[in-house]
């Protein structure tokens, strides 16, 4: 009969992560498409390569009545925060303390104060820390109730491979226009390509070419 009860349970939370799907879709997938930015909000002072750790920490999710989730917490490292209209936040949904995902508007639901981070030497992505204490619709959530770290470290996992393929294909491109111009550019009545050390530098290109290529 418990079996039967989870069962039923699991069945029951899959479908109502369906629905709210299709309201989230409706509702910021046309936003998104016009161009607003979206955070990502996994990490905090205490939770930074063991995001479960974040579990005990200030940053926790409370259902309010049935239609409304108290979000309350921080952030730190948060992608994109400095320009986000949209955050995804991870967050332990009380009692239980399941790690759970909600989409939160950075306006209009609360408080939501974002303190931009500079690194030295990065400069290809907005950072920040974010304070919040905010109420949201319960369809706010993003798939089933607990499923937010799972998914997190997919997003993750393929964010990774993605910055791989893209550096892979930026060092390709670079190889490219390389031996090109080894071809073409004339110096001393030969082509550039022909003296030693330029080819020792290109063929070594090459060779980190091949090398970054095999690993992906």
């Known amino acids: 009969q418990n079996e039967k009860n989870k069962i039923e349970k699991k069945i029951e939370e899959l479908v109502r992560a369906k629905i709210r ?71 332990p949904l009380a009692p239980e303390n399941k790690i759970c995902a909600f989409i939160v508007p950075t306006n209009g639901y609360g408080i939501f104060e974002v303190t931009p981070l500079d690194f030295a030497g990065n400069r290809g992505i907005e950072n920040g820390l974010v304070i919040f204490d905010v109420v949201i619709p319960q369809y706010f959530m993003v798939g089933a109730e607990g499923e937010g770290l799972k998914n997190a470290l997919k997003t993750l996992n393929v964010g990774r491979l993605a910055m791989a393929a893209g550096s892979l294909a930026t060092i390709a491109q670079c190889l490219q226009i390389s031996r090109w111009w080894c071809k073409i550019r004339i110096q001393m009545g030969l082509p550039i390509g022909k003296y030693k050390q330029n080819a020792t530098r290109v063929s070594k290109m090459a060779c980190n070419a091949f090398a970054v290529e095999a690993i992906m």
């Open 21 to 91: 799907a299709e309201r989230q879709m409706g509702e910021f997938l046309p936003k998104m498409a016009k161009g607003a930015n979206a955070g990502f909000g996994l990490t905090q002072v205490t939770a930074g390569s063991d995001p479960g750790a974040m579990i005990g920490t200030d940053t926790i999710a409370r259902k309010i009545d049935n239609e409304s989730i108290h979000l309350r917490g921080h952030k730190l490292y948060n992608t994109n925060a400095p320009i986000a209209e949209y955050e995804v936040i991870m967050a």
